[in-house]
Nanobody, 127 residues
Framework: QVQLVESGGGLVQAGGSLRLACAAS????????MGWFRQAPGTEREFVAA????????YYVDSVKGRFTISRDNAKNTVYLQMNSLKPEDTAVYSC????????????????????WGQGTQVTVSS
C-alpha cells in the first residue's frame, strides 16, 4: 500500500501562485510514476500533469503548459505541483496519484492506470 497526502491548497487571487505537495509513505517512492489530477464540481476528473519515476520525463495538459510545473524529490518521498498565473478556471480539488512501473521514463496520463490516490486538496482562484 502507498498512502498519499496532499497539502498546499487554498484561496488565491487570479494571477497568484500556489505550490501543492503530495507526500507518499508505505512503499519505495522512487518505483512510482506520479500524477496530478483535478476535479471541479459537476465535471469529470481531469489530468493535469505527470512525472516519471526518475523525474526526467514530464507531461502536461495543454491548459496548464507554461504555468504549472511538476517535480519530485525522491529523497523526501514527495511530488510537487508549482502553479503560477492561476486562473479562476483552475479552481478544483487537486489529487495526486501513484503508479508502480518498471520503466524509468514512463509518464501516465490515464486515471484508471494509477494504483493509489490521495484525498485531494482544494484550490480556489478568485477573479
Amino acid at each position: 500500500q502507498v498512502q498519499l497526502v496532499e497539502s498546499g491548497g487554498g484561496l488565491v487571487q487570479a494571477g497568484g501562485s500556489l505550490r501543492l505537495a503530495c507526500a507518499a509513505s508505505g512503499r519505495t517512492f522512487s518505483n512510482y510514476a506520479m500524477g496530478w489530477f483535478r476535479q471541479a464540481p459537476g465535471t469529470e476528473r481531469e489530468f493535469v500533469a505527470a512525472i516519471s519515476k526518475n523525474g526526467r520525463s514530464t507531461y502536461y495538459v495543454d491548459s496548464v503548459k507554461g504555468r504549472f510545473t511538476i517535480s519530485r524529490d525522491n529523497a523526501k518521498n514527495t511530488v510537487y505541483l508549482q502553479m503560477n498565473s492561476l486562473k479562476p478556471e483552475d479552481t478544483a480539488v487537486y489529487s495526486c496519484a501513484a503508479k508502480w512501473t518498471f520503466v524509468d521514463t514512463k509518464v501516465v496520463i490515464i486515471p484508471g492506470e494509477y494504483n493509489y490516490w490521495g484525498q485531494g486538496t482544494q484550490v480556489t482562484v478568485s477573479s
